[in-house]
DNA sequence: ATGAAAGCGCTAACAT
DNA sequence: ATGTTAGCGCTTTCAT
């Protein structure tokens, strides 16, 4: 800028002037300067040009799970296309479940002064954000909330979607119904499993545990729980999946078995509707929910001061076939 | 950090040292430094460490065409993982397959100085990256070239791809063989159906033009294109899907029509082993192309300054059954 | 209409 | 071991 300035023979404040378009330039001066820019290529630096304003970076941050997870791939389309809308750029970064890289990721987008940040966040303390919170940094959480932190929180209602999946089924007649959930120390799959809990207890049908579980869903692990299930003396006859990659892990693994319980999967996915018996589930709304989060977080970058709030977004049961299926016994 | 220094009544190099670990403080300032920045809640501010060390901004930009999509979503992952090796923050934009976007976005990455750029570029003019280049911003193409842009490029090996689909097919026993492209206007389109053509002609099957349809995937569009492929007096027995979208789309339809072509689709997608008839591929490697295209970028920022190069990844067929159906007629 | 000087938050280069 | 000065690239303030 400097060069521009000496190249076109005018002050700095001038070139800078021109190049913010901004009033009381001379057409001639204007030339000048536009042909020194580009005779120099010059490019003004955003980030210098921040720092001076003390302003906002323009910058907000999101760190979740995992970018290509269908579920977080809709959810930061979302965001981003809040963002864009607000004017600002979107750092990502996946955390892959790791408290540690979660934290680092956060931080680093802090050091670069976003303005806000958006988490999925992991099972851990998160009171590390406590001084970004208090030094003005908006943040909120999406999918999960981050307990002690007093953020913006937008949920799915998990239970309550979980639920609904139970009753599903427990109006086609089943009362052996297994739940596969996700690791218990992920929030939504440990709150699913409580509106499975609550919806067997309010129908009556005591839970058998052998009927219920919760693991990273793996193949093997997960062929043994449905071996496990599927085993005399009370084999279910209906399933519950806790999410969209479970679901998909346990259709495998049911193809090439010959039992076929009846099965709901909580999160929709592409296709569903198209396998040889389509698959009942129990839909979320990624883009919903991130367009909520972010919505919000730019609502306090805007300055409202209320009291943190948590937001649930409603599930929806799509009825598409698997989950229609009767008992068997 | 003044603060800092006045509350810990030192000077303000002595507080840069602690913050940065430097050696040459003595243990009893750096408590004391470090007490004032607990109390202060001091946070670096790393834009205006950067500005002054003149140094890379340890950020990367990625802008491509939707961060949904299964096919760049895994891509980003890919990017993603790379860039966190190098210590490389990750900003994200989605162009919409728009050039005004598109260009919008990676200038204002350019502005905050990112490092280095991956772009899949839109059929546009990329001449705008050009005063950007040669101030030094690395700059890699991927899935797509830019014509004119001298920078390394990731591509799928999509001709020999799509003719290899096309020998498949042939190899059934096909002769009217079906293309159904995205839009003419997008690279990858345009080169599958090159080689679809190609591999068409080397076998001495002429093309009718009724079996080609290039456009965005939309039900009706898809819909009447299909039955006219399907139509006398020429009905084609087989088609080749140009993309994953595509292919799903084609799926939706057909299940709706009693026909049932041979179908090979390009793109892998998650599923395709359990539909009724598993789908036959020719899968990309989207994982592959994010990891080289970031590497190479990173490999630029380096130093690196030989020619621009172009790499094809791969592409392998995976029979699974609605490729290996032999003609109807 | 234009420019000089000061300073955003930090660090490099030199003091001491 | 510690502090001082200058300056990264820009904008603000206040002159002219």
């Not at 941050?61 to 930061?76: R, T």
């Not at 972010?294 to 409202?304: P, S, T």
Request: net charge neutral; charged share 25%; with cysteine.
């Amino acid at each position: 800028m400097k060069d521009v300035a000496a190249l076109a023979g005018v002050g700095l404040k001038t070139v800078s002037r021109v190049v913010n378009g901004e009033p009381g330039v001379s057409e001639e001066t204007a030339r000048k300067v536009h042909a020194a820019i580009e005779h120099l290529r010059f490019r003004r630096n955003d980030g210098a040009r921040l720092l001076r304003q003390g302003s906002r970076t323009r910058c907000v941050g999101l760190v979740l799970e995992d970018l290509a997870d269908p579920f977080y791939s809709q959810l930061s389309r979302a965001v981003e296309e809040v963002a864009r809308a607000h004017g600002s750029l979107l750092l990502t970064g996946s955390s892959a479940e790791d408290p540690v890289r979660e934290r680092a990721l956060a931080l680093d987008f802090c050091a670069r002064r976003v303005d806000g940040l958006i988490i999925v966040p992991t099972a851990a303390d998160h009171s590390y954000l406590d001084d970004e919170l208090a030094a003005g940094t908006a943040v909120v959480c999406a999918d999960r909330p981050a307990p002690g932190l007093a953020v913006d929180t937008v949920l799915a209602d998990n239970r309550g979607g979980a639920a609904t999946g139970v009753d599903h089924l427990l109006r086609q007649g089943h009362r052996r119904i297994g739940f596969l959930g996700d690791a218990p120390d992920i929030y939504t799959a440990t709150e699913r499993l409580a509106g499975y809990r609550r919806a067997m207890t309010a129908a009556g049908c005591a839970v058998d545990e052998r009927w219920v579980a919760m693991a990273t869903p793996d193949p093997l692990a997960l062929g043994r729980a449905l071996d496990r299930m599927l085993a005399a003396p009370a084999p279910v006859t209906a399933l519950l999946c806790g999410n969209g990659r479970t679901t998909v892990a346990v259709l495998r693994e049911l193809a090439a078995r010959p039992a076929r319980p009846a099965l709901v999967g909580f999160d929709d996915f592409e296709l569903a509707d198209l396998l040889p018996l389509p698959v009942t589930v129990v839909a979320q709304d990624p883009a919903a929910m991130g367009r909520l989060a972010a919505e919000l977080l730019f609502r306090r970058m805007a300055g409202g001061g209320a009291e943190p709030q948590r937001f649930e977004i409603a599930t929806r049961l799509i009825a598409r076939g698997s989950g229609e299926l009767p008992p068997t016994d």
